[in-house]
């Protein structure tokens, strides 16, 4: 059973994942974004992190795609978005994914095997840094956000504050320079195009 | 008991890296380029709860929690810089944002 949704599920995850890259519209991307970020949730279901998937479908395909989603409506950039991308393009990302593709593969067939054995031969660190007892319980994410990654924890907060603050400086309208009469850059720009 | 092991999930998380950064290299417009880089930390979430899980340790699921908190706030901000980037230029095409090379 484990096997079945699996399969079903990682499928699901890469073929919407490929849609999203191939899509030319790029609402039908950010739509495929949100079944392949739920897929994956799904994927950390399997891997027995129930915080985690209720995380990601929370934050990944709550907030962020409906703020993607949003930032496209408002731009309405459907009318410019039907670019061809050029052959030179196409190619160079062909041969880059193919060689990542052959790595991976590369990897997996010579049976470099990252099994729990090899793993667990890693020398522990001295000094309090040894891995986390395993539990799948919420309760095992708050005690060692509040325990051994306190300082990132309030890292993490403080970073949420400062992308807060730069957003609104960031949206603000920057009016002041434009209505003393400086032109923008865009209309210096646009001046030199016409007299040359 | 499944034989589903860590490789097939490193597998997929590998192939959904690989087709973020496809994506990211194909895609000319900056909100699917955007798209695509949350698809490639997305596929490394995979692998860390993989390892995590297969590993017996708790430490991947929590990286995995600072992740996804700094991926909000990073979209947060390249979205409010491609709006703001939209009112100075009026295009999210990367071919006409090309200030610099020339």
């Known amino acids: 059973m484990h096997d079945f949704f699996f399969y079903l599920f990682s499928a699901l995850t890469v073929l919407t994942a490929l849609l999203v890259v191939l899509c030319p519209n790029a609402v039908n991307s950010a739509?495929?974004?949100i079944v392949s970020f739920v897929g994956t949730a799904a994927l950390f279901l399997l891997?027995?992190?129930?915080?985690?998937?209720?995380?990601q479908v929370l934050v990944y395909a709550g907030a962020v795609m409906v703020l993607?989603?949003?930032?496209?409506?408002?731009?309405?950039?459907?009318?410019?978005?039907?670019?061809?991308?050029?052959?030179?393009?196409?190619?160079?990302?062909?041969?880059?994914?193919?060689?990542?593709?052959?790595?991976?593969?590369?990897?997996?067939?010579?049976?470099?095997?990252?099994?729990?054995?090899?793993?667990?031969?890693?020398?522990?660190?001295?000094?309090?840094?040894?891995?986390?007892?395993?539990?799948?319980?919420?309760?095992?994410?708050?005690?060692?956000?509040?325990?051994?990654?306190?300082?990132p924890f309030q890292v993490a907060g403080f970073l949420l504050l400062v992308a807060m603050v730069g957003v609104i400086v960031l949206s603000k309208r920057l009016t002041g320079s434009n209505e003393a009469g400086k032109p923008s850059a865009q209309e210096i720009r646009e001046s030199e195009v016409s007299q040359s | 008991m499944s034989?589903?092991?860590?490789?097939?999930?490193?597998?997929?998380?590998?192939?959904?890296?690989?087709?973020g950064f496809f994506g990211v290299l194909?895609?000319?417009?900056?909100?699917?380029?955007?798209?695509?880089?949350?698809?490639m930390l997305n596929a490394v979430n995979l692998a860390l709860v993989a390892f995590s899980r297969f590993n017996r340790t708790m430490d991947g699921n929590l990286f995995v929690f600072f992740i996804i908190t700094v991926a909000a706030a990073e979209v947060a901000v390249g979205l409010a810089i491609i709006v703001a980037l939209y009112r100075k230029r009026r295009t999210v095409q990367v071919e006409e944002l090309n200030a610099l090379s020339n």
Do not use: W
């Open chain 2, 3 to 19: 034989t589903v092991g860590l490789n097939a999930y490193l597998f997929v998380a590998g192939l959904l890296f690989a087709l």
């Open chain 1, 68 to 151: 993607f989603l949003f930032i496209i409506m408002l731009l309405d950039v459907e009318r410019s978005s039907r670019v061809r991308p050029d052959v030179v393009t196409v190619v160079a990302a062909s041969v880059a994914v193919l060689l990542l593709a052959f790595g991976m593969g590369y990897l997996f067939l010579t049976g470099h095997d990252a099994t729990a054995a090899t793993m667990a031969a890693v020398p522990q660190v001295p000094g309090g840094a040894n891995p986390m007892e395993y539990a799948t319980a919420s309760r095992a994410f708050g005690y060692g956000l509040f325990t051994k990654y306190m300082l």
């Open chain 2, 26 to 39: 194909l895609r000319r417009n900056t909100l699917v380029i955007y798209m695509c880089m949350e698809l």
């Open chain 1, 47 to 55: 891997l027995d992190a129930f915080f985690l998937a209720i995380l």
């Open chain 1, 31 to 33: 739509v495929f974004m």
